[in-house]
């Protein structure tokens, strides 16, 4: 699913992940300032982002690095993860207390 901007990506996951911005600069190793990442969920920060700076704020929100590119308007990476096949490997259970 492709996001509308990058704003409201950062938003999404920043409110998904129920963490703060410098929360998210810290998931990224600080590659990326807390207040950049406040200034870009505001929508208030100008200028292109870099490849540089897609890759961080990727590990920041925990996402692959094409969907912060796709919802910055840069071209994808290639991505070697993309040809695994998953499927859902959870199974629910009725009453899921504690076993034993």
Same mark, same amino acid.
């Given at each position: 699913?492709? $996001?509308? $901007?990058?704003? !409201?990506?950062?938003? @999404? @996951? *920043?409110?998904?992940?129920?963490?703060? /911005?410098?929360? /998210?600069? @810290?998931? =990224?190793?600080? /590659?990326?300032?807390?207040?950049?990442?406040?200034? *870009?969920?505001?929508? #208030?920060?100008?200028?292109?982002? =870099?490849?540089?700076?897609?890759?961080?704020?990727? @590990?920041?929100?925990?996402?692959?690095?094409?969907?912060? #590119? #796709? /919802?910055?308007? *840069?071209?994808?990476?290639? $991505?070697?993860?993309? !040809?695994?096949?998953?499927?859902?490997?959870? #199974?629910?259970?009725?009453?899921?207390?504690?076993?034993?």
């Amino acid at each position: 699913m492709a $996001d509308p $901007d990058l704003p !409201s990506l950062v938003r @999404r @996951r *920043l409110l998904e992940l129920n963490i703060t /911005a410098e929360q /998210a600069s @810290r998931l =990224s190793h600080w /590659a990326v300032a807390p207040e950049t990442i406040e200034h *870009l969920a505001a929508g #208030r920060r100008s200028g292109l982002v =870099s490849d540089r700076l897609a890759d961080a704020l990727a @590990r920041a929100l925990g996402v692959p690095e094409n969907r912060v #590119r #796709r /919802a910055a308007g *840069l071209p994808e990476v290639p $991505d070697p993860r993309e !040809s695994i096949e998953t499927t859902p490997q959870l #199974r629910l259970i009725k009453g899921g207390g504690s076993s034993g």
